[in-house]
């Protein structure tokens, strides 16, 4: 069982929707919870970042970390199609930094 | 701010020659840096972990003598897939540790290796 699992996608939905993305794992002990964009052929982007349980949002973008469960969330409102790209859920493993990433989720937004 | 340059972001040689790939900090301090490779629909795939001053520490099956990682500054960390071969055709895509959270970590654009 991978560490970290996210669907691959490709998810397509209409301009204006509700873009609904998730990530479950499976090592309680992290604690820090990071949601990347990644465009094609480019680094990946910051977007959220979480400590721990709780809602975060910025902008269109809400990230929700449920540590119960082990599912992190994000959703992305009023979806343009400037959001089609890859999203990549990650967490933090060590005190080096580390990061563990999902498999990425494809996104395309259609006008 | 906490702005990763990457040099150069595409590069194309021949098979058998080595070739070094830059990673900058622009505008912080980086003590740790780290270099991923991307196949294509894939996801990041972790190489090496690499501290200012000291050797680099590798992922299990990632060849220390094959990828040379040298983090000579704060703001410099360089990777060198030596006697390259086409099956090292990858992305390369490096980050640092972000200077005021380093939960976090911030990406370079990457570098598209081409062997032939």
């Known amino acids: 069982q991978k560490e970290v699992e996210q669907d691959p996608g490709p998810l397509s939905v209409p301009e204006g929707a509700i873009v609904s993305l998730n990530c479950t794992y499976s090592?309680?002990?992290?604690?820090?919870f990071m949601w990347y964009r990644q465009y094609s052929r480019k680094g990946p982007e910051l977007l959220m970042y979480?400590?721990?349980?709780g809602n975060k949002e910025d902008g269109r973008f809400t990230a929700q970390v449920d540590k119960s469960s082990k599912y992190i969330s994000l959703f992305i409102r009023d979806s343009q199609p400037s959001d089609s790209a890859t999203y990549l859920c990650?967490?933090?493993?060590?005190?080096?930094?580390?990061?563990?990433f999902g498999a990425g989720t494809q996104v395309v937004v259609t006008p | 701010g906490a702005v990763v340059s990457q040099h150069p972001s595409r590069v194309i040689c021949k098979s058998g020659t080595s070739v070094k790939i830059e990673c900058r900090s622009l505008?912080?301090?980086?003590?740790?840096m780290f270099w991923y490779r991307q196949f294509p629909k894939q996801s990041l795939m972790l190489m090496a972990t690499?501290?200012?001053?000291?050797?680099?520490?590798?992922e299990q099956g990632v060849e220390k003598d094959k990828f040379l990682i040298n983090h000579a500054s704060l703001t410099l960390s360089t990777l060198t897939v030596t006697s390259a071969h086409p099956e090292d055709s990858s992305f390369y895509i490096c980050?640092?540790?972000?200077?005021?959270?380093?939960?976090?970590?911030?990406f370079g654009p990457g570098t598209r290796l081409l062997v032939l």
């Open positions: 979480t400590y721990s349980s």
């Open positions: 980050s640092a540790r972000g200077p005021r959270n380093q939960e976090t970590q911030y």
């Open positions: 090592n309680s002990a992290f604690q820090y």
């Open positions: 505008d912080f301090q980086a003590t740790t």
């Open positions: 990650a967490m933090k493993t060590d005190s080096w930094g580390k990061l563990q």
């Open positions: 690499s501290n200012e001053g000291s050797k680099a520490t590798y």
